[in-house]
């Protein structure tokens, strides 16, 4: 996927967050946008090593670390879920061929998180 397309499911991701939430904006500002942003990049990045490596569980893996590290600051796996879920919406607007790739991986992940809430 070119850097083109991926800045703009980035942007499209961050801004519909903030947009969703707006208590967001009031409560971290741009800051928090940016950063958001950078979260972003980071969820990308994962994808394409997965995928490069073959290894759906590499982005899972990662999933399950950075929720331990979100709810330890006081967020909800959901919010981790919606991020993802928006991603995968995202990239439904993009016939590169491996979007649909990014799509299960990203599907995995949610499940994986899903479950491992409800069990808690």
């Known amino acids: 996927m070119n850097p083109v397309a991926i800045n703009e499911i980035i942007d499209e991701v961050t801004e519909g967050i903030y947009r969703d939430y707006p208590v967001l904006l009031e409560k971290y500002g741009e800051q928090g946008r940016k950063k958001c942003r950078e979260d972003n990049e980071h969820h990308i990045k994962h994808l394409q090593t997965a995928l490069s490596m073959g ?3 590499f982005f899972i893996d990662y999933a399950h670390w ?3 590290i979100l709810t330890s600051r ?3 796996t959901d919010h981790l879920v919606d991020n993802f879920e928006r991603l995968q919406s995202a990239f439904k607007n993009y016939s590169d061929e491996n979007s649909a790739k990014y799509i299960r991986i990203l599907e995995g992940s949610i499940n994986s998180l899903k479950l491992t809430e409800t069990q808690e």
Do not use: A, F, R, V
């Open 55 to 57: 290894e759906n569980q």
């Open 66 to 68: 950075l929720n331990g």
């Open 74 to 76: 006081g967020m909800k």
